[in-house]
């Protein structure tokens, strides 16, 4: 069969290529995370560089990715989303390596109910979360993200971080957010460190990263540039 007749980029099935990087948080266990019914390989970060990327539905960024060595080969980068490749991007986006991409922002702890993360648009990615507790760890607030990045315009917002600090000012945005390329595909960013750390062992329901992924490839979220958000 011919991969144009194949109903995704990986083949019969979705295919997501994990880029691990020196400190990649539980590296080794990523795998076990991704749905049975995907395909999953791991590659280093840097082999991205003179890899074909032509049967991969999803590239998943660590929080410790290399962003200046991404920047480097952003071209590459791009044509891979305008080609309907899809970006999970975890982390504190310093250097943009994406068109679409913008630097992240810290938010004040005090009051810490700035670090509470909040439903903006959650849609088929958080809809099914418990936003009392699914961002906790061990109770603890933080842990999840301390700041948000501005999304771009047409960008779905999820979940918010932030609100009023010390001087007044009120200082919050997007922890996480969705935007899709017109033409292309679409780019997942959580501005902390791991999103699948979170409410996402494969054993039990709700599963974030489950929904962050099929939401990614099976939604229409967020809407095509031209079409009606509602």
């Not at 630097?103 to 005090?110: D, E, I, L, N």
């Not at 061990?138 to 932030?162: K, N």
Request: hydrophobic share 35%; glycine share 12%; net charge negative.
């Amino acid at each position: 069969m011919d991969r144009a007749d194949l109903p995704f980029r990986g083949g019969d099935r979705p295919h997501l290529l994990y880029l691990r990087s020196t400190r990649s948080y539980n590296k080794d266990r990523i795998g076990g995370l991704v749905p049975q019914n995907w395909r999953y390989s791991a590659a280093d970060i840097y082999a991205l560089e003179d890899r074909d990327l032509g049967d991969v539905d999803v590239l998943y960024f660590t929080g410790m990715h290399d962003q200046v060595f991404l920047k480097s080969i952003e071209p590459k980068l791009v044509a891979y989303l305008g080609a309907g490749g899809n970006f999970i991007i975890n982390g504190h986006i310093i250097r943009p390596w994406l068109p679409c991409l913008s630097t992240f922002r810290a938010v004040s702890p005090k009051p810490y109910t700035n670090w509470m993360i909040r439903p903006a648009q959650p849609g088929a990615y958080f809809g099914r979360m418990d936003f009392e507790n699914f961002h906790r760890h061990e109770g603890i607030l933080g842990q999840y993200a301390r700041g948000y990045s501005p999304a771009p315009a047409g960008a779905q917002w999820l979940c918010m971080i932030g609100g009023p600090g010390p001087d007044g000012d009120n200082n919050e945005g997007p922890v996480d957010w969705v935007w899709r390329m017109p033409g292309g595909g679409k780019v997942f960013v959580h501005n902390g460190d791991h999103v699948e750390a979170f409410c996402s062992d494969p054993r039990t329901q709700p599963n974030l990263l489950h929904d962050i992924l099929n939401a990614l490839l099976f939604s229409t979220e967020p809407a095509a540039a031209g079409d009606n958000a509602g």
